[in-house]
Nanobody
Framework: QVQLVESGGGLVQAGGSLRVSCVASLVIFRFNSMGWYRQAPGKQRELVASIATDDTTNYADSVKGRFTISRDYSRNRVLLQMDSLKLDDTGVYYC????????WGRGTQVTVSS
């Protein structure tokens, strides 16, 4: 049973914007804090943004002020708006609960070019 499906990645120039989306199973979406994670080439997966069940948000220092995480309750989606993208933002983006409890989805590739 597929529970987390990410989409919306792509190729973008540095300074540009992109929005990635994650559709989650209802139980996961409604009863968990959710997070967006990033795995850059050759590096471990890291948490970049999270949103609690009361919609309180937190961000890694590296993305603070540039990324915005939100929930779309009508579609059980977690969104990540990424602005002022940098080369270091390149990676595969995943969503999961925060902390991560569920099987990882396939992720969505974000590539930032110069």
């Amino acid at each position: 049973q597929v529970q987390l499906v990410e989409s919306g990645g792509g190729l973008v120039q540095a300074g540009g914007s992109l929005r990635v989306s994650c559709v989650a199973s209802l139980v996961i979406f409604r009863f968990n804090s959710m997070g967006w994670y990033r795995q850059a080439p050759g590096k471990q997966r890291e948490l970049v943004a999270s949103i609690a069940t009361d919609d309180t948000t937190n961000y890694a220092d590296s993305v603070k002020g540039r990324f915005t995480i939100s929930r779309d309750y009508s579609r059980n989606r977690v969104l990540l708006q990424m602005d002022s993208l940098k080369l270091d933002d390149t990676g595969v983006y995943y969503c999961n609960s925060q902390p991560a409890h569920y099987a990882w989805g396939r992720g969505t590739q974000v590539t930032v070019s110069s």
